[in-house]
């Protein structure tokens, strides 16, 4: 027996006393089959249901029962609400046919729930229970729970016909990879090679936020390397299959595509709340600068100088343009540009100085960092791998004992601006700014200086400048 919540048998009634059938629908019956077979813990809270009652019906339905209704979607038969903590959405069986070149349906209603489900996405999204009859029925007309089974991603209708109804059903399915570790039909996997131009016809926002779920799934790595092997990667983030052919300096019998794939497995052993997309993301990205940087020395070895640098604008480039928030992409973008910086540490010559530095260039990203740059050691040369390792240690170790004597997460100058303006008598301006840099130099340099020595700095920085 399918566990259903009672919220949704609370629904159904309300449906059934109107003369109107209620089914729950794809997602939710893919993911509730999953977790009672105990091969998936999947329930996000939210239950998609279809029906043959009307948009005007639906509304009418749920009018006094649900805690908040929203009709956002009412013009493609869907109506959203809220009630006792979830999220249901209900949509009218639809029979929609797509002009072939745009995302935009013509959007008609349909008469039955067989006619709805061969119109979704994937046979394991085509299966629905009936609520509303005398028994719960178990609606599966294109074998999506042998597909389930089978863990084989197939669509209900040919492949082409789909994908061409909307191209992103196609990133769906590497999404699909790596949420649930599917693996693609033949006949899936031959109209993604074959279609992949057609992704072009999506908006940015919606490829986003496929990629953002395919980056946060489970097996990321699978999903990405289907996207690079039907050509679907190439279409909308060129840097990462770009990456296939660059020898890494470091590991010659790997390209830099699969160094980057394995540093950020590394990754995602090493989280410790949960998937986090910014180091995912941060990770995956981190040596797209070298092909770009690629060059052959005299002696034979292969060097990719300020790969971290012309990266870290590779990288800017690629999330905005896939609309990513700002936040994401700085944060990003300072982990890719920060992630060579420990190789200067050597076997720990730096001093505090460059050790503050190093903290207060990561600022809040310094955990993620830490992350990143034990996971960047991929080398199969053991006592290498271990030397890495251990000068790692020694720098958080460094950066800890520092942690204890200063405040070392919010480093700042000992004076203030408005001190600087009331010791030296001048009001806001550019002097003010120059005099706090020059101060926060010093505090970089030396650590804490203590309200008379920055005052007595701060007087003979402004005799030679002022």
């Known amino acids: 027996m399918l566990d259903v919540p009672a919220v949704a048998g609370d629904l159904a009634a309300r449906f059934a006393e109107r003369g109107h059938t209620l089914f729950l629908v794809g997602g939710s019956v893919r993911d509730a089959l999953l977790r009672g077979t105990g091969a998936s813990d999947r329930d996000s809270?939210?239950?998609?249901?279809?029906?043959?009652?009307r948009p005007e019906e639906i509304l009418a339905a749920v009018h006094g029962w649900a805690d908040a209704v929203w009709d956002?979607?009412?013009?493609?038969?869907?109506?959203?609400?809220?009630?006792?903590?979830?999220?249901?959405?209900?949509?009218?069986?639809?029979?929609?046919?797509?002009?072939?070149?745009?995302r935009n349906p013509e959007v008609r209603f349909g008469d039955s729930v067989e006619g709805d489900l061969v119109r979704r996405d994937f046979t394991v999204n085509a299966m629905a229970v009936e609520l509303t009859g005398p028994q719960r029925r178990f609606v599966d007309p294109h074998g999506g729970f042998a597909a389930l089974a089978q863990g084989i991603l197939d669509t209900p209708d040919l492949p082409e016909r789909s994908f061409d109804d909307d191209p992103l059903r196609m990133l769906r399915a590497a999404r699909f990879v790596s949420q649930l570790?599917?693996?693609?039909?033949?006949?899936?996997?031959?109209?993604?090679?074959e279609m992949a131009g057609q992704l072009q016809r999506i908006t940015a926002e919606r490829?986003?936020?496929?990629?953002?779920?395919?980056?946060?799934?489970?097996?990321?790595?699978?999903?990405?390397?289907?996207?690079?092997?039907?050509?679907?990667?190439?279409?909308?983030?060129?840097?990462i299959p770009g990456m296939q052919l660059e020898t890494d300096?470091?590991?010659?019998?790997?390209?830099?595509?699969?160094?980057?794939?394995?540093v950020m497995e590394q990754a995602i052993e090493r989280e410790e709340d949960g998937p986090d997309l910014v180091l995912r993301l941060a990770t995956l990205l981190h040596d797209i600068g070298k092909p770009a940087t690629r060059r052959k020395e005299p002696d034979g070895r292969?060097?990719?100088?300020?790969?971290?640098?012309?990266?870290?604008?590779?990288?800017?480039?690629?999330?905005?343009?896939?609309?990513?928030?700002?936040?994401?992409?700085?944060?990003?973008?300072?982990l890719v540009y920060l992630h060579l910086r420990f190789h200067g540490y050597g076997k720990g010559e730096w001093t505090d100085s460059a050790v503050r530095r190093y903290v207060a260039d990561a600022g809040p990203l310094l955990d993620r960092l830490h992350k990143l740059v034990r996971s960047d050691c991929t080398t199969r040369n053991r006592r290498r791998a271990a030397a890495l390792q251990r000068n790692y240690d020694g720098l958080e170790e460094r950066i800890a004992a520092l942690r204890e004597q200063e405040e070392l997460d919010s480093i700042r100058p000992d004076l203030d601006g408005n001190r600087i303006m009331e010791l030296l008598g001048i009001g806001p301006g550019p002097a003010v700014g120059k005099a706090y840099k020059h101060l926060l130099a010093l505090r970089m340099e030396e650590g804490p200086l203590g309200e008379e020595r920055a005052e007595a700095a701060l007087r003979e920085w402004a005799a030679e400048n002022l």
């Open 45 to 53: 809270g939210d239950l998609d249901f279809t029906t043959d009652a």
């Open 72 to 102: 956002t979607g009412i013009a493609f038969g869907t109506v959203g609400l809220r009630r006792a903590g979830f999220i249901l959405e209900v949509t009218t069986f639809r029979a929609d046919t797509y002009d072939g070149t745009s």
């Open 181 to 193: 570790g599917f693996t693609p039909s033949e006949r899936v996997g031959v109209a993604m090679r």
């Open 207 to 239: 490829v986003q936020a496929e990629f953002s779920k395919l980056m946060l799934g489970d097996h990321p790595r699978r999903g990405l390397e289907l996207l690079c092997d039907t050509g679907l990667a190439a279409q909308f983030v060129p840097e």
């Open 249 to 262: 300096e470091h590991m010659q019998h790997k390209d830099v595509y699969t160094h980057s794939l394995v």
């Open 302 to 334: 292969v060097s990719f100088h300020h790969h971290e640098v012309v990266g870290a604008k590779m990288a800017r480039k690629r999330l905005r343009a896939l609309k990513y928030p700002k936040a994401v992409i700085d944060d990003v973008c300072q």
